[in-house]
């Protein structure tokens, strides 16, 4: 079973700012089988990039995704005050399919 | 538009089961496989499961192995997750996934508590 790390646990931080989030593997993840969401309180999680690095529709442009092998990392500009959340990645592996998730990165505001 | 919409809340006892339903629509049905992801109060996601949409295989997390069923219903778009033993550590908010090696679209979440 693959083992998902991310880090920070929490951010602090302010509007405008530039965040990265690093969620770190195991083992060796195919790019196609990283995915980012995005969860704020009380909603289901909602896909942000998926195959690594690929934008899901309505993701804004300032999230970016990056990484191959074991370090992936979500990148975002510059905050804007509806991205303070919580963060996780979800990876896909095997035959049949199993899936994990990261522990979550919570952003939240200085 | 494409919509999972789950059934509502659930409030049982220990040792008891829960049933709950994600109904698909707004998109092929049979093409995409259904993941079941919980998430208890405060915590993170914890990934279940999926079942296949069109014929019905399964393949569940090492840890609900033997406690957890889920099934489909291809006349009425719907599958199920039913969760056996129930314990107070199963309280958690149950969500309904679309996809496989990504999940799109995800239904609004069903509470369950157990006490």
């Known amino acids: 079973e693959i083992v998902l790390t991310q880090s920070p646990v929490t951010l602090s931080l302010s509007p405008g700012q530039r965040v990265t989030l690093s969620c770190r593997a195991s083992q060796s993840v195919r790019s196609g089988d990283l995915a980012w969401y995005q969860q704020t309180p009380g909603q289901a999680p909602r896909l942000l990039i998926y195959?690594?690095?690929k934008r899901a529709a309505g993701t804004p442009d300032r999230f970016s995704g990056s990484g191959t092998g074991t370090d992936f990392t979500l990148t975002i500009s510059r905050l804007e005050p509806q991205d303070f959340a919580v963060y996780y990645c979800?990876?896909?592996?095997?035959?049949?399919?199993?899936?994990?998730f990261g522990g979550g990165t919570k952003v939240d505001m200085k | 538009q494409v919509q999972l919409v789950q059934s509502g809340a659930e409030v049982k006892k220990p040792g008891a089961s829960v049933k709950v339903s994600c109904k698909a629509s707004g998109y092929t049905f049979p093409t995409y496989s259904i993941n079941w992801v919980r998430q208890a109060p405060g915590q993170g996601l914890e990934w279940m499961g999926w079942?296949?949409?069109?014929?019905?295989?399964?393949n569940y997390a090492q840890k609900f192995q033997g406690r957890v069923t889920m099934t489909v219903d291809t006349s009425t778009n719907t599958t199920y997750m039913e969760l056996r033993s129930l314990r107070s550590d199963d309280t958690a908010v149950y969500y309904c996934?679309?996809?496989?090696?990504?999940?799109?679209?995800w239904g609004q979440g069903t509470l369950v508590t157990v006490s």
């Open positions: 195959g690594a690095s």
């Open positions: 079942i296949s949409a069109d014929h019905g295989n399964t």
């Open positions: 996934t679309r996809g496989l090696a990504w999940l799109d679209y």
């Open positions: 979800l990876q896909s592996d095997g035959s049949p399919r199993k899936l994990s």
